[in-house]
């Protein structure tokens, strides 16, 4: 039988353009040795979302190889992107392919985790960050939201990546071995939270693996 969401996302697809060749060769690189960065329709959709809103500070929770940051770059010339990766390997890797990517300056690295990370960014004052896109460990989504939340300016885009976990998240049938229950239900809980917070508006999308997006309105967290 023709599965209808895989002729679509391929149809998809076919539409996709790289925005340069330094980035194109890093995704057929990755996705030849099946190393996760953003799908070809998340990018797609990312970039109408940043052409629009045009962040002058970007943060992004989970640099994997430094693909998205690097993205963030080449479409937002003038926005300063503070990156954090909590595995040092992988970010030395994002490291060396920025390097030969991108000399601006405006990728700053971060090592550690998530939600610690925001922290330290809020005790230095480093805020009014107007794009935020969370992309790491999916049990952890509800705390990097949190602290990123604190140093979000008003009117602030979160994007939250993969939101499905493959089905997880939809349904138990689709966690043939039942390994990851907890996952699912977590990332259930995180999504009505994002769902009925009376300081966000959130539209959950499907691109990719799952997108929520977040529109922040303001709150008293952030004293």
């Not at 995704?27 to 797609?44: F, G, H, K, N, W």
């Not at 460990?137 to 602290?147: E, I, L, T």
Request: aromatic share 10%; proline share 2%; charged share 30%.
């Amino acid at each position: 039988m023709t599965n209808l969401r895989e002729d679509l996302r391929e149809y998809i697809n076919s539409f996709y353009e790289p925005i340069c060749d330094e980035l194109m060769g890093l995704r057929l690189m990755s996705e030849e040795e099946y190393i996760p960065v953003i799908r070809r329709d998340t990018e797609m959709f990312l970039r109408t979302v940043l052409e629009s809103k045009r962040p002058k500070k970007i943060l992004e929770i989970g640099t994997a190889i430094g693909y998205s940051a690097m993205y963030f770059s080449k479409i937002c010339k003038d926005a300063e992107i503070y990156s954090i990766e909590k595995d040092e390997g992988i970010l030395d890797i994002a490291k060396k392919n920025v390097a030969s990517f991108d000399n601006s300056g405006r990728i700053h690295f971060m090592l550690g985790d998530g939600q610690e990370q925001c922290d330290r960014l809020f005790d230095m004052g480093i805020a009014d960050f107007d794009f935020v896109l969370i992309d790491a460990a999916k049990s952890h989504y509800r705390r990097f939201f949190d602290a990123a939340v604190r140093i979000c300016a008003d009117n602030a885009i979160i994007i939250s990546d993969d939101i499905w976990q493959r089905g997880v998240t939809v349904s138990e049938k689709y966690d043939c071995k039942a390994k990851h229950r907890t996952n699912g239900r977590r990332m259930n809980e995180f999504l009505s939270f994002l769902t009925h917070c009376p300081y966000l508006h959130t539209t959950l999308l499907d691109i990719g693996d799952g997108l929520a997006l977040s529109v922040y309105k303001g709150n008293t967290c952030k004293e």
